[in-house]
């Protein structure tokens, strides 16, 4: 059992946690095969967007963590726009893609709103035609001060780092905004 709504019939997690996420980059670096692969993948349950577009990302005994992901072209990015996570695609194999991931990444992080933030290589198995090398995109990130994964949308290599980060990441999102409300009430 993978996905669809017979897990969904299961939603009895006491804390659910749900945020909104986009996927983004240049035109053709894969945006549309990264997302209909990553919200197939083992782990994850997904709602398609005309019951909603929720996937469930993590089911742990007592927390659900749901995440509502949309693709955004780079040219429709608002950065101060309401979602907590963005993965910012590029194309290991065009140069071209890498910086226009990097000006995004810069555009996301140089905001005052807390989201997280992942500079994300795709096309991993075209190990031929490959541009951009693993160093140079941790040096990138590292830089950017954003996480870093290289995957493939088409074999799902990597998929799954990215997937236990995400729920890391999330989740620790998730009791700084409880910190900040318990401040504020004191
Ligand atoms: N080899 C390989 N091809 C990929 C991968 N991801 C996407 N592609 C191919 O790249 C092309 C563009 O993929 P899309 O998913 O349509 O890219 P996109 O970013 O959604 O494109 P736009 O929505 O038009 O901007 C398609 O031919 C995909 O099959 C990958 O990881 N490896
Ligand atoms: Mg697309």
């Not at 910086?99 to 933030?117: E, N, S, W, Y």
């Amino acid at each position: 059992m993978k996905c669809g709504s017979e897990l969904f019939s299961h939603m009895k997690a006491p804390y659910h946690y749900h945020f909104d996420a986009i996927v983004t980059g240049e035109d053709g670096v894969g945006k549309s095969t990264f997302l209909e692969k990553f919200v197939s993948m083992d782990g994850v349950a997904h709602r398609k967007p005309a019951e909603g577009g929720y996937s469930r990302i993590c089911d742990l005994k007592e927390v659900e963590l749901g995440v509502t992901f949309t693709e955004t072209p780079s040219a429709a990015v608002k950065p101060e726009a309401e979602f907590a996570a963005a993965a910012v695609l590029f194309d290991l194999t065009n140069g071209p893609s890498f910086v226009k991931g990097i000006r995004l990444v810069r555009m996301l992080t140089g905001i005052k709103q807390k989201k997280v933030i992942y500079l994300i290589g795709n096309k991993l198995d075209l190990v031929r035609e490959r541009k951009i090398s693993t160093q140079d995109g941790l040096n990138t990130a590292a830089q950017l001060g954003c996480g870093y994964f290289e995957v493939s949308a088409v074999t799902a290599d990597g998929l799954s780092a990215f997937r236990q980060r995400l729920i890391r990441d999330l989740l620790l999102l998730r009791l700084e905004i409880l910190k900040k409300g318990l401040a504020k009430d004191e």
